[in-house]
């Protein structure tokens, strides 16, 4: 059971999973930081707008996961304030994702809006969708949805991170 009589949710039984993605999150935005320190290095001042396009959406989706996922680690949430707190995240990722697919042409590949905009928006949509479902009857598939979509999310920002990584190891020094 997911609810107890006064309409607290039983969040502690996620606890351990919050734990792991927020730990997951924080490591891997430091290591993203290395990265940036990296390209600063080895690209060209001319390349430094293009790296900033795809390293911000990356760095932003690993911040939202570890900001939920230490939201709903609070102990006192109610099934409103877990709802409001998931749909609140997924709302502004939606929306931070259409516009980072509105600055398509700032990619080098048009096929990059599906990794960094497309897929993320599709998942955040589906963390408000989880979220709903939280307040409504269902709280127990509402966050099930929920650690799906954070699992997506911190997927999607792997392999987002994975390929700025190559590229910029793959990319000649700019001396």
């Known amino acids: 059971m997911h609810e107890v009589g006064d309409g ?10 919050y734990l792991a993605m927020s730990a997951a999150a924080a490591t891997l935005v430091g290591l993203l930081f290395v ?4 390209a ?8 430094s707008e293009r790296i ?10 690993f911040a939202k996961i570890l900001l939920l ?8 949430h109610s099934r409103l304030s877990a709802a409001l707190c998931c749909g609140s995240v997924g709302g502004i990722g939606v929306v931070y994702a259409l516009t980072v697919l509105r600055h398509v042409g700032r990619f080098r590949e048009r096929s990059d809006r599906w990794p960094y905009a ?35 999310l911190l997927a999607i920002a792997i392999r987002n991170s994975w390929a700025i990584a190559v590229t910029i190891v793959s990319t000649r020094s700019g001396t």
């Open 35 to 38: 990265v940036i320190t990296l």
């Open 118 to 152: 497309v897929m993320p928006a599709t998942a955040f949509g589906a963390l408000a969708a989880g979220g709903a479902l939280t307040y409504t009857s269902a709280p127990g598939t509402g966050l099930t949805i929920v650690a799906a979509t954070m699992l997506a």
């Open 40 to 47: 600063a290095e080895r690209q060209p001042s001319s390349e």
């Open 69 to 76: 996922a230490i939201a709903l680690t609070f102990p006192t």
């Open 52 to 61: 900033r396009v795809y390293l911000t959406p990356t760095v932003l989706y």
């Open 8 to 17: 607290q949710l039983r969040l502690e039984a996620w606890g351990n999973f």
